[in-house]
């Protein structure tokens, strides 16, 4: 028991790869960012297809939120990354492949578009309808009103409720490690093959991780609380 | 159509063998997580000396990715607490692990909004601490927080498909073993996705209905909204 202690607390083995590891680190952030951008754009479109005057179009919007919502991240990455290419080539008779990193941006952003979308249209539903109405009595088109009314409150709204499924997203991003995305736990599952030595390097990665998560996390809350008080 | 029928009907012994490991892992991982999350609560809650650690260890749980989780429990503890041996047992225990952490603050939110005068009430009748918990506190707790504990089921559902990458010979990790022999991905994994799409969707479709009936007969549970 003892012995199995000090082999978790030598986090020398961790340190002495940390050039490496911090790049894997970096892939995890590129990774989120690039699935953040594409889910808050999907997201968008779907809730904007949901709020609808027309019935195919609201259907279409709850189809897309219920499937991605409901569907596990691995098994989406898993399908990204073999399906779809097949699947486009056959459309337009070419042969297609997409490289881990793109798999797993888009199937994060797929997965997560399906939860960005529900909070949007939660946004959007909670703009009082007096201001919609006083913008279109002033003659504003209905793309103008959404730009310039809807919108902005929405953002505003959303950004405490999104913070759990940002802090989600960014701990889904270990699972592309995977589809051999060189991201932080790709990297250490590599280094504990060739070291041996799963104890400090497993505990190692899970208190990065934990630390990332807890202080992102806080001063994410801290940060939003503030915005809210200050517009809202 | 033919290689749907090669690909996925004829493996279904296989698949059904997988979605059947996948159930007992959520099962067991569920039934130890609301265990382990409502001790975690009461601990943080009500035992002055252990609060630091119980709120360090939901943190923990909570913070960290659970494929982190689920390969820390798999090679560390066997070293550390000579615990678990199998790779079932450490799938089950990663899962309850991560979703202990997110049921001890539901629950304490359950317990935070009872009003205090239910339970002085309940004292001045002379019921006991530990009766007033069972009897006054603890129903309405899981009332209000059914939602919640439904969904973090969902949770449960869809981080269980990682438990493929320590062998356990869950749906997923049949559905990889069959592309693998047969290098014809299209048909099972889209299969797979549906199917797992389509048992989550179920689940929390199910579960609100429960919720909201639960909430209709005991008119408990309303903060949620509807």
């Known amino acids: 028991m003892s012995d199995s202690l000090r082999e978790i607390l030598d986090v020398g083995v961790f340190w002495e790869y940390r050039a490496i590891l911090l790049q894997g680190l970096g892939i995890n952030f590129l990774v989120f960012f690039g699935a953040t951008a594409l889910a808050l754009s999907l997201g968008l479109g779907a ?17 897309h939120v219920e499937i991605f919502r409901n569907a596990p991240d691995y098994v989406m990455i898993v399908w990204v990354h073999f399906v779809l290419p097949l699947l486009i080539g056959t459309l337009l008779h070419t042969r297609l492949e997409l490289n881990p990193f793109a798999s797993g941006v888009i199937a994060l952003g797929l997965v997560y578009s399906g939860y960005f979308a529900e909070t949007f249209r939660a946004g959007i539903e909670a703009v009082p309808s007096g201001h919609v109405e006083a913008a279109r009595s002033l003659g504003m088109g209905e793309q103008l009103v959404l ?14 409720e999104s913070i759990n499924v940002f802090i989600s997203l960014f701990k889904a991003t270990t699972i592309v490690s995977l589809i051999a995305v060189p991201d932080l736990m790709y990297r250490v599952s590599m280094i504990t093959q060739q070291e041996m030595r799963p104890l400090p390097l497993y505990t190692g990665a899970a208190l990065v991780y934990f630390a990332i998560v807890l202080v992102a996390g806080t001063a994410l809350r801290a940060f939003a609380e503030r915005w809210r008080a200050k517009v809202i | 159509m033919n290689n749907w029928e090669r690909l996925v009907w004829n493996q279904r012994e296989a698949l059904l063998a997988g979605l059947q490991v996948t159930i007992e892992v959520c099962l067991i991982s569920f039934a130890a997580a609301i ?17 630091a650690p119980a709120i360090v260890l939901i943190e923990f ?8 989780q689920l390969l820390w429990v798999n090679y560390v503890w ?8 199998t790779f079932f047992a450490a799938a089950c225990t990663a899962l309850a692990v991560q979703s202990s952490g997110y049921l001890a603050e539901t629950f304490r939110a359950g317990i935070e909004a009872i009003p205090k005068g239910h339970r002085e009430a309940a004292y001045s009748v002379g019921m006991s601490h530990a009766l007033t918990f069972r009897r006054i506190v603890l129903p309405q707790v899981l009332l209000s927080s059914a939602p919640s504990i439904v969904n973090q089921f969902t949770v449960i559902v869809k981080s269980s498909t990682l438990v493929s990458v320590i062998t356990v010979q869950d ?18 994994l889209t ?36």
């Open chain 2, 61 to 68: 749980f909570r913070a960290t990715p659970i494929l982190v």
């Open chain 2, 171 to 188: 749906l997923m990790f049949q559905s990889q073993k069959i592309v693998n022999i047969a290098y014809e991905p299209i048909e099972i």
């Open chain 2, 78 to 85: 066997p070293e550390l607490f000579g615990w678990p041996n």
């Open chain 2, 191 to 226: 299969a797979t996705a549906a199917l797992y799409i389509g048992f989550i969707f179920i689940v929390s479709f199910a579960g609100k209905l429960l919720a909201d009936s639960l909430r209709r007969s005991y008119g408990i549970g309303s903060r949620h909204g509807t």
């Open chain 1, 47 to 63: 809730a904007l297809l949901r709020v609808s005057r027309f019935r195919p179009l609201r259907a279409l919007g709850t189809l």
């Open chain 2, 35 to 51: 265990v382990v999350g409502m001790a975690l609560c009461l601990v943080r809650m009500y035992v002055k000396p252990l609060r």
């Open chain 1, 147 to 160: 730009w310039r009314i809807v919108l902005p409150q929405v953002v505003r709204r959303m950004l405490p």
